[in-house]
């Protein structure tokens, strides 16, 4: 079992900088994937980046790509989302999940993740 607590989203004009942190408790933190999701209210949940066990593969949806960039310290069992150039439609709930992994890289489908954080608001104006 896993227990995920996310935390560091708020309001920010846009072209600003966020950063978010999950920590997550559970002996073996460094086998999941990791990943972070976003809802805004009338849209379904979407995948924005993801990260392997080992920290070395990333995987970004394109509407972020090149402005966030997530990472994970095992040792302190907490992963990060540094978001930049924030935009008003990264507006959302953000979401931590942690996730089996299957092969080298970890998916951005919200169906492959089995554990959920209660999220952190993040809203850009």
């Known amino acids: 079992h896993v227990q995920l607590v996310e935390s560091g989203g708020g309001s920010v004009q846009a072209g600003g900088s966020l950063t978010l942190s999950c920590e997550a408790s559970?002996?073996?933190?460094?086998?999941?994937?990791m990943g972070w999701f976003r809802q805004a209210p009338g849209n379904e949940r979407e995948g924005v980046a993801s990260i392997s066990p080992d920290g070395r593969i990333r995987y970004y949806a394109d509407s972020v790509q090149g402005r966030f960039s997530i990472s994970r310290d095992n040792g302190l069992t907490t992963v990060y989302l540094q978001m930049n150039s924030l935009k008003p439609e990264d507006t959302a709930m953000y979401t931590c999940?942690?996730?089996?992994?299957?092969?080298?890289?970890?998916?951005?489908?919200?169906?492959?993740?089995?554990?959920w954080g209660q999220g952190t608001q993040v809203t850009v104006s």
């Open positions: 999940a942690a996730g089996f992994h299957y092969g080298a890289g970890c998916s951005l489908s919200p169906n492959e993740y089995k554990y």
């Open positions: 559970g002996r073996t933190y460094n086998k999941w994937c």
